[in-house]
C-alpha cells in the first residue's frame, strides 16, 4: 500500500506545486482546502480542479469563519487589497490572516493521525513571499514539534514529518518543478482580489510575484 499524505491546497499555484511532488513520489493524496471566510471562493473551485486533475484519492474542505475576528485584507472586505510595494516582503502586509497558517496546519495533522498519514505537505516560500511571519522555517520546525507531542506520535513511537519542499525556492524555480511534473498552472489562482469574474487584478503582490515569474521564464502565465 502506498504510503498517505495529507496536502495543504489552496488552489494557488504553491499548493499545486506540492501536491505534484507527493504524487511524483508516490504517496496517496489526500487534499484539504479550507473555506475561512476569504473575500473570493474562487481558490475554493481551483482546489476542487487541481486534486481532480491530479487524482487524489479525497479532497476535504473544511469550513470555518475568520471574519469574526480577522483584520486582514483577505477576510475584511472594509480594508482595501493594497497595491504591490516597491520591495516585497519589507513589512508583513494587510493581506496576512494572524496565525493562518497556524490553523491550517492543525487540521493537518488531525486529518492525518485519524487516516493513518505521517506526512504533510505544506507550500510555504520563505524567498519571494509577502513576509508572511507563519511562512518562516522556523515555525515549520515548531510546529512537527508541537503535533509530535500533542498527538498519539508521542506514545506510539512515530512522528509527523512536515514537509515544504519549496521553502527556499525562488518562484521561478517553483514553476519550473511544476511544470517538470505536469502541474496545469491554467488551472491555479494567485490573486487576492480577482473581478467577479475570477480574472487577476495584476496590482496585488501575489499576482506581481507571479508575473514576475513567469516572464523571467519567458513563458505565457495560462490564467491571464
Same mark, same amino acid.
Given at each position: ?20 511532488? %507527493? ?49 486582514? %485584507? ?23 490572516? &494572524?496565525? +493562518? ?15 493513518? %498519514? ?17 511562512? +518562516? ?9 508541537? %503535533? ?16 515544504? &519542499? ?27 482580489? &480577482?473581478?467577479?469574474?475570477?480574472? &487577476? ?24
Amino acid at each position: 500500500m502506498r504510503k498517505k499524505a495529507v496536502i495543504l491546497l489552496s488552489g494557488g499555484l504553491d499548493s499545486a506545486t506540492c501536491l505534484g511532488i %507527493a504524487a511524483n513520489e508516490g504517496y496517496e493524496l489526500h487534499a484539504l482546502t479550507f473555506d475561512y471566510g476569504q473575500r473570493h471562493k474562487i481558490e475554493l473551485e481551483c482546489a476542487r480542479r487541481i486534486a481532480h486533475s491530479m487524482k487524489a484519492e479525497k479532497l476535504y474542505e473544511i469550513k470555518f469563519d475568520l471574519r469574526q475576528w480577522s483584520g486582514s %485584507a483577505l477576510t475584511n472586505h472594509d480594508v482595501p487589497v493594497p497595491p504591490a510595494p516597491e520591495k516585497i516582503g519589507e513589512n508583513v502586509p494587510a493581506t496576512y490572516v &494572524p496565525a +493562518r497558517n497556524l490553523i491550517f496546519l492543525s487540521f493537518a495533522a488531525s486529518l492525518a493521525e485519524s487516516i493513518g %498519514a505521517r506526512d504533510i505537505f505544506i507550500g510555504v516560500n520563505s524567498w519571494d513571499y509577502s513576509g508572511y511571519p507563519d511562512c +518562516r522555517s522556523e515555525f515549520i520546525k515548531s510546529f512537527a514539534q508541537t %503535533a509530535n507531542l500533542g498527538t498519539c506520535a508521542a506514545d506510539e513511537d512515530w512522528k509527523f514529518i512536515i514537509h515544504a &519542499p519549496l521553502q527556499h525556492l525562488k518562484k521561478t524555480e517553483i514553476i519550473r518543478k511544476g511544470l517538470s511534473l505536469g502541474v496545469d498552472y491554467a488551472l491555479t489562482h494567485s490573486c487576492y482580489d &480577482p473581478s467577479a469574474e475570477g480574472r &487577476p487584478c495584476g496590482k496585488c503582490e501575489s499576482c506581481v510575484l507571479r508575473a514576475e515569474a513567469f516572464a523571467e521564464l519567458g513563458l505565457h502565465d495560462p490564467v491571464r
